[in-house]
């Protein structure tokens, strides 16, 4: 499976802030006052769901850039000296040390 796209995260991002719960009762709403003659609450709802987006989209951007300051790493007994590894590079056969030093 191929790694999702910076587009394909934004654009699911957008589409789930439309489908909360307050963004749904604030649809009823919308449709009830159109109903009712009253046509310019959509902007509202708009509104709304896209400052949830905007909101959300620069909190995932800031915990990506605090992810990339982060960088987990293990130390490992690899062919009998110990070695210290980003976890992505730990593979089947290496020893962890457990605890601290």
Not at 10 to 34: C, D, G, W
Not at 56 to 79: C, G, I, P
């Amino acid at each position: 499976m191929k790694p999702e796209s910076r587009l394909e995260k934004t654009l699911k991002l957008l589409l789930r802030q439309f489908n909360s719960p307050f963004i749904l009762l604030l649809a009823i709403a919308v449709v009830r006052s159109y109903v009712l003659g009253e046509s310019s609450d959509a902007f509202i709802l708009i509104l709304t769901g896209l400052l949830g987006f905007w909101q959300e989209l620069k909190a995932s951007h800031a915990f990506e850039q605090l992810n990339k300051l982060v960088e987990m790493k293990h130390t490992v007994l690899r062919e009998g000296v110990p070695v210290q590894l980003p976890v992505t590079a730990i593979v089947s056969g290496d020893i962890l040390f457990a605890g601290c030093r």
